[in-house]
Structures are given as structure tokens and as C-alpha cells.
């Protein structure tokens, strides 16, 4: 990712005018609301709420697989599991067959 770097000047109602190559590459319009947060001590993020909205969904996993899904999954591999150590303690306590003379 290739960094973009311009300069803006607050005007006397403290707006802040964004160049518009950044606008461009952050998709922004317009009225479209930006979150901006401070990062460190000089430092300001501007995010547009795209963006923001998908380090969210990012938060919640991968798409196409929610949560119950992989709730889902991890139970039936446990169950599954469970069957296998069944049948392994079932086989333990068979008696021998009976060996024909």
C-alpha cells in the first residue's frame, strides 16, 4: 500500500479540507462522514466509515462462516470423537470369542 501525503490548513470554523487524492482513494464524497481519532500526540487518523465498517466485520471472522457455523463444526468434530473413544472403550470390554476346538 502506497502512502499518501498532502498538507490542508483549518479554516476560521476549524474545517478541515482533505486533498483530493486522499478523498479519491478513501472512496469519500461529498457529506460523507469520516471517524477521526487521535492516535498519538500530533497524530490524527481519518477513517471513512467504509473502512470502519470493515475492520468490523473483520472482527467477526471470516465471511460466509458465522458463528454459529463454527459452533456448529467444533461440535461435531467433538461428537465425533466422542463416538471414536466410544467404540474403543466398547471393543475393551468385549469378551473373547470363544475359540473353536
Known amino acids: 500500500m502506497s502512502y499518501v501525503r498532502g498538507t490542508a490548513r483549518l479554516d476560521e470554523r476549524g474545517r478541515l479540507?482533505?486533498?483530493?487524492?486522499?478523498?479519491?482513494?478513501?472512496?469519500?464524497n461529498a457529506g460523507d462522514e469520516v471517524r477521526i481519532s487521535q492516535e498519538a500526540e500530533g497524530v490524527l487518523r481519518v477513517e471513512s466509515r467504509r473502512a470502519a465498517a470493515r475492520a468490523l466485520i473483520g472482527l467477526a471472522g471470516p465471511p460466509g462462516q458465522?458463528?454459529?457455523?463454527e459452533l456448529r463444526a467444533e461440535r461435531s468434530r467433538e461428537a465425533a470423537a466422542e463416538d471414536r473413544e466410544a467404540a474403543r472403550v466398547a471393543r475393551r470390554r468385549r469378551p473373547p470369542?470363544?475359540?473353536?476346538?
Do not use: H, W, Y
Not at 17 to 28: I, K, M, Y
Not at 97 to 101: D, K, L, M, Q
Open 17 to 28: 479540507v482533505l486533498p483530493a487524492e486522499l478523498r479519491r482513494r478513501l472512496g469519500l
Open 66 to 69: 458465522g458463528v454459529l457455523d
Open 97 to 101: 470369542s470363544p475359540v473353536a476346538s
